[in-house]
């Protein structure tokens, strides 16, 4: 099967998503932008939720945690600071993958719970959780991780803050923004490590 198609759909779908946001994200945009019909749209996607579900997966993807990235010989509240930086993207910059991470919370327990997407998101929180321990689990050892919770505890902590500010940083709220995030994560890190 001829794949120039899709791929020409999802670039199209990325652009416009980055371009012009979530809403402008519609199978008679996507199928102009790429220069097909919708009936070629409609047989890679038969529904507008399945293109959304794959360019929302494809945005986050983009922002997979490399741990190999991180600067780990930094001081640890700086590392701390790098590892959740890598997983929630500046609303300034990325707020298109804010957003799909919404959408694949969304398709993978919303209404129509999606089995596949739950598995991927378990399968990639997973991943993190062990990316986040490694890095835990080295601190302690250099005598730099506090006591009182648990590295498993703070692992929990950590992920769960992160998804959070991700949900947040989406909302009208002008609580919270790029700089309260680094705020607040620079003072969870004088708590959980020795700087």
């Given amino acids: 099967m001829d794949e120039r198609p899709r791929v020409a759909i999802l670039q199209a779908a990325r652009q416009i998503v980055h371009e012009s946001g979530w809403s402008a994200l519609t199978v008679r945009a996507v199928a102009g932008r790429a220069e097909i019909g919708i009936g070629t749209l409609r047989h890679h996607f038969p529904t507008q939720a399945e293109l959304h ?39 300034e910059t990325d707020r298109a993958t804010l957003v799909a991470w919404a959408v694949r919370h969304a398709a993978a327990y919303g209404p129509s719970e999606a089995v596949a997407q739950s598995t991927e998101l378990a399968r990639e929180y997973g991943s993190l959780r062990t990316e986040l321990r490694l890095v835990l689990r080295l601190f302690e050892r250099r005598g730099q991780l506090r006591s009182g919770l648990s590295p498993d505890d703070m692992n929990t902590m950590i992920v769960a803050l992160a998804a959070g500010f991700r949900l947040l940083l989406l909302t009208e709220d002008r609580g919270v923004t790029d700089e309260s995030v680094e705020r607040i994560v620079r003072h969870l890190a004088h708590h959980v490590v020795v700087t």
């Fill in 53 to 91: 579900a794959t360019v929302a997966t494809m945005l986050t993807e983009d922002w997979r945690l490399d741990v190999d990235m991180l600067d780990l010989d930094a001081p640890p509240d700086e590392a701390l600071l790098g590892f959740v930086r890598a997983l929630v993207p500046s609303t």
